[in-house]
């Protein structure tokens, strides 16, 4: 399987959308989205065409307390069914699953009792293993699964090399570069991603990405991927996102010239629903303390924290990052 | 002379950074900034290594009314050196010149009774001819040029090549790529770097990016450009500029690795100043109608009225502009 590239005029059938509006947005609204929102949003993305569209984590509720987040923080069966029924349309089901952070026997159904297609195991590069095991978990009550390797800029290649090769010889069906804290430009993420279509095509795995814009390169670092051969595509309404965002689904349906794709639902969504979550005194997108958590490559809590305090002392803000964490 | 190039680790002297807020940003105020800002910013640009600022437009007043834009419109002499004084630094001042709009013969004085370095004309690919005499006058004057081609989305690339004929064989210093419109993609950027930079050693010119950031591309396709080859680097503060705004002067200089440049007083600044100027109510940067009019590729001057009206109704917005102009 040869990983396709393609020039601006060319048209790629293997890509896909994936929209991760509700899974990546709930961070920062703590899932609590309505019912209405969700509907739309759903709506939305199988009338632009869009692939997937992920609804959000399959969280413990051994760990998380359900009292402090909104359903979609834990994806019930339930409510994914409330919004899609029998999702009798051609956009897939995606939920993610955290190592660590899933009791993933008391969770995951068999794929004949769900909605779910698609199960997305998020791991660090030192949980490889039980990452693994999850998604082979979900790959026998069949799912298709995907490994995302998050806050790759901090991994020596050596590491993801061999990461790559474990996840490679597994029988989950992608694999993810995740770049959790935008800390990097389109050179790196064209090397990266050589790397991991290398192993993509050696052993059948379709290659995704999952960009952050703390540096204003979430759009830039998917589109280069995307040229290389990378095919599975991470973005979201408006960029919403923890902290600086994620490319923006709106930018990249209109850069991808598949026909399938239409641009006027994601419009008319943003329109009706993202601009009233804004009004509404949600905060996502490029700012200076993301820039800067972004430069000195460390995870962007510090920089939502700067910004809820409404601290602008940015020069001060960058030296403590630096002191601190870098 | 030929282009270098570079990798993310590598150093390349011939960068020079151009910090344009005060004249891409005065389409946002009408150029009304106090004179403690500009001072301020001046400070800034010298502390931070930034090895140009332009101050404004050389416009006509013949043309314009005086009393309706602020005085970096007209960028008088008297009002450089209230702020310059005899500029005893190594930062090096620049003003712009429009074709058309240009007293040259009363305005532009003989470069050893000015503390301006370089002008800069910016010409559409059709008044090429005009553009080339301006330079030529004030080369003879005794300034560095650079001819500015602006809006070059919409040119095929037979007229740019002949433009870039015609202005090599020139004695001007510099030649930019202008993205007016914010439409184009760092592969686009590539071809047409390359394009440049091929006239550029030929001739002996220095080849210069002006990016903006409709669709979130301005930083990444004035990295991309930097990588082939390009060497003058046009960024703003916080990305201040006309709608969308320029590359963010944050972070293109957090991405070089000269190390004359600093970024601590770019923050430092950010934090006094720019925060101030959104606060008071000024508004550019990335938003939908931008994004709208820069994938169909025409001026941003409907969607800077769409966002002034306070319109949200991005689908309509797009039909219209579909319909109208693209």
């Known amino acids: 399987m040869a990983p396709q590239q393609g020039t601006l005029l060319s048209y790629r059938p ?21 019912d209405e929102f969700v509907k739309k949003l759903y709506k939305a993305n199988v009338k632009a065409g869009v692939d997937y569209m992920e609804f959000g984590y399959k969280a413990s509720k051994e760990i998380f307390d359900v009292d402090k987040f909104g359903k979609w923080k834990f994806c019930d069966e339930e409510d994914l069914r409330s919004i899609v029924g029998e999702n009798d349309t051609n956009l897939k089901i995606s939920v993610m699953a955290d190592v660590g952070r899933t009791d993933l026997e008391h969770d995951i159904l068999d794929k004949q009792d769900s909605v779910i297609d698609l199960v997305r195991v998020a791991t660090y590069i ?39 090769e474990l996840i490679g010889q597994s029988g989950t069906d992608m694999i993810y570069i995740v770049d959790s804290y935008g800390s990097m430009y389109p050179e790196q993420i064209r090397e990266l991603s050589e790397m991991y279509l290398e192993v993509g095509e050696k052993y059948g795995k379709k290659i995704g990405i999952h960009a952050h814009n703390n540096q204003q390169m979430a759009f830039a670092n998917t589109i280069e991927a995307t040229a290389r051969g990378v095919s599975m595509l991470d973005a979201t309404m408006s960029g919403m996102g923890r902290g600086a965002g994620n490319c923006a689904i709106e930018a990249l349906i209109g850069f991808l010239k598949n026909p399938k794709y239409r641009i006027d639902p994601i419009f008319k969504f943003i329109q009706d629903e993202m601009v009233k979550l804004k009004k509404e005194g ?40 630096w002191d601190k964490e870098a």
């Not at 490994?147 to 290649?157: L, Q």
Request: glycine content about 4%.
């Open 14 to 34: 293997d890509i896909k959308v994936v929209d991760a509006t509700i899974r990546d947005g709930g961070l920062v609204n703590s899932f609590y989205f309505t």
């Open 126 to 164: 030192n949980t490889i293993p039980a990452a693994i095991d999850m998604a082979e978990y979900c790959k026998a009550k069949g799912y298709e699964t995907s490994i995302n390797i998050m806050a790759i800029s901090t991994s020596s290649d050596r590491d993801i090399k061999q990461a790559l």
């Open 282 to 321: 949600l905060v996502w997108g490029y700012d200076i303390p993301y820039l800067i958590t972004g430069l000195l490559n460390v995870h962007p809590r510090s920089a939502i924290d700067c910004i809820k305090q409404e601290r602008t002392d940015y020069a001060n803000f960058f030296q403590e990052i």
